[in-house]
């Protein structure tokens, strides 16, 4: 089946240091992926979609300075939290669209990120 | 405001038993309606979907009910076993749009 291969799966970095998480599809190409954030026991929230090749489409209230993505191919898209703050911990999580699949959304494994 | 609307938040069911848990959706244009298990620490893995065409899916132990007039759909869980203790989230999308997920279902199936 697809898959889906998101790095790190935890990292911990210093306040004001950036961090990039990768979201890989092995074996299809994801035209649309999604980046997620899930605070501890809440449901996902949607950070952004983007398509290869063009900029994001960030939902309200997200900082497209502090998160940016990138979707350079169809088979990666890369999260970068810059600046990080401690209120930037969380989990966030990729998901990559291919409409050719029956069910076409897969989630990467999700990243933690503590910012200390 | 919030598009899917899941409950019971939390589920103790005993091993043997049925889980059953309930969602509501707003937007009569979504036509995908797919069932997430998240465990602790791990990205959402896909357990069952369904189209608004059919009003009934069973895979295995799993099985989607479905009613499009109340528009509601739900994930029945039979003979639940303690590894089915996890969280469950319902979501609803359409045309490859972002998927709009309930606020979710924590299950503790005990032995």
């Known amino acids: 089946g697809a898959v889906v291969s998101q790095h790190p799966s935890w990292v911990i970095c210093k306040s004001g240091t950036s961090v990039k998480i990768e979201c890989r599809s092995l074996d299809f190409q994801a035209t649309t992926m999604f980046w997620y954030r899930q605070f501890p026991k809440q449901s996902l929230m949607l950070m952004a979609t983007?398509?290869?090749?063009?900029?994001?489409?960030?939902e309200q209230g997200v900082e497209k300075d502090k998160f940016l993505i990138n979707h350079a191919s169809l088979t990666l898209s890369t999260l970068t939290v810059t600046s990080a703050h401690p209120e930037d911990s969380s989990f966030y999580i990729c998901?990559?669209?291919?409409?050719?699949?029956?069910?076409?959304?897969?989630f990467g494994s999700g990243t933690r990120l503590t910012v200390v | 405001q919030q598009q899917v609307k899941q409950s019971p938040q939390s589920l103790i069911v005993q091993k043997g038993g049925i889980s059953i848990i309930n969602c509501a959706y707003e937007n009569t244009a979504f036509d995908y309606f797919p069932w997430y298990q998240q465990f602790p620490g791990k990205g959402p893995a896909l357990l069952i979907a369904?189209?608004?065409?059919?009003s009934e899916k069973k895979e295995g132990r799993f099985t989607i009910s479905f009613n499009k007039s109340a528009k509601q759909f739900s994930l029945h869980i039979m003979d639940s076993q303690p590894g089915d203790s996890a969280t469950y989230f319902c979501?609803?999308?359409?045309?490859?749009?972002?998927?709009?997920f309930g606020g979710g279902t924590r299950l503790m199936v005990k032995p």
């Open positions: 983007s398509n290869e090749g063009s900029k994001a489409t960030y």
């Open positions: 369904i189209r608004p065409d059919v």
């Open positions: 979501a609803a999308t359409f045309g490859g749009n972002m998927l709009t």
């Open positions: 998901s990559a669209y291919q409409p050719q699949n029956n069910y076409g959304y897969t």
